[in-house]
């Protein structure tokens, strides 16, 4: 067999598992993974919100919003769901790496590699989710793992710089999010057409509102982990559910904080919208 009808060959199964990945299939993947995202931060911004007001017991993370999931009726089901609703997540994000994202220059390293992150942290929380809903853990508290990990990573050699390094590209990657938020870039990746103006406002509201929100919430943990690689604390770091208390201990007390929890209850919502209008 000559190199000509071996490299056809191969870019005929390449492209076949490109129509694969780009199929029915992958795209179920996708829509039920915004979904399973939306249901976590609309469960969490709640959480939130009733800390802001005085009340709630549980934590305003992942594992307050699974144990929220799991005394509803029919919770177990519901936690197996969204675990397979991030497995799905993961996968249309593998997908993007390795054949590319969809849009503009979306083969290329520079969005591919993005897609490649982003695989692994949803595997790693369809992972926490599955373990919950199977009873084996994967719901404790995102505090005491943020200062645990930080602790661990510090004991390594050049670990405060690592920790250091690694708050400044949240923070980095916050102000992103809440940029391309107030831009509405995201419109790029929706197939709006024949919404309505009140549907677009919505899109709008929960998007823009929501975006923004989410990328103070990341700034805020990204500034903490700063500020325990500089005092070389690791306890200083904080998870999600005390990085959103921590607004609620701004001058503009409990009120900031259920500006933000709001942002996170919009976000959940805007997930729901991208479930079903995001291009895939």
């Given at each position: 067999?000559?190199?000509?009808?071996?490299g056809n060959l191969a870019r005929t199964g390449r492209g076949r598992a490109r129509r694969a990945a780009n199929g029915s299939a992958a795209e179920g993947a996708a829509r039920a993974g915004l979904a399973a995202r939306g249901v976590i931060y609309l469960l969490v911004g709640i959480l939130a919100l009733q800390i802001a007001f005085g009340g709630g017991n549980r934590q305003a993370d992942r594992g307050g919003a699974l144990a929220e999931l799991s005394d509803r009726p029919f919770g177990a089901v519901l936690l197996w769901a969204l675990?397979?609703?991030?497995?799905?997540?993961?996968?249309?994000?593998?997908?993007?790496?390795?054949?590319?994202?969809?849009g503009k220059d979306g083969h290329k390293a520079?969005?591919?590699?993005?897609?490649?992150?982003?695989?692994?942290?949803?595997?790693?929380?369809?992972?926490s989710v599955l373990a919950f809903a199977a009873g084996a853990g994967g719901g404790g508290s995102s505090?005491?793992?943020?200062?645990?990990?930080?602790?661990?990573?510090?004991?390594?050699?050049?670990?405060?710089?690592?920790?250091?390094?690694?708050?400044?590209?949240?923070?980095?990657?916050?102000?992103?999010?809440g940029v391309q938020a107030l831009r509405r870039t995201y419109r790029k990746k929706m197939k709006l057409g024949g919404l309505s103006?009140?549907?677009?406002?919505?899109?709008?509201?929960?998007?823009?509102?929501?975006?923004?929100?989410?990328?103070?919430v990341f700034a805020a943990a990204g500034a903490f982990a700063v500020r325990a690689a500089v005092a070389y604390e690791p306890d200083r770091a904080k998870g999600l559910d005390d990085t959103l208390r921590s607004f609620a201990r701004t001058p503009?007390?409990?009120?900031?904080?259920?500006?933000?929890?709001?942002?996170?209850?919009?976000?959940?919502?805007?997930?729901?919208?991208?479930?079903?209008?995001?291009r895939v």
């Open positions: 067999m000559n190199a000509g009808v071996t675990g397979a609703g991030l497995v799905g997540m993961a996968l249309w994000r593998l997908s993007e790496a390795a054949f590319g994202v969809t520079k969005k591919r590699l993005p897609a490649a992150a982003r695989c692994v942290f949803y595997a790693f929380v369809a992972y505090d005491r793992q943020s200062r645990d990990v930080t602790a661990r990573v510090m004991e390594m050699p050049a670990g405060r710089w690592l920790v250091g390094a690694a708050g400044v590209a949240i923070v980095v990657a916050g102000v992103v999010i103006p009140r549907a677009r406002l919505l899109v709008d509201v929960t998007g823009v509102g929501g975006g923004t929100a989410r990328g103070i503009l007390g409990p009120w900031l904080l259920a500006l933000v929890a709001a942002g996170l209850v919009l976000f959940g919502v805007f997930s729901f919208v991208l479930a079903r209008r995001r």
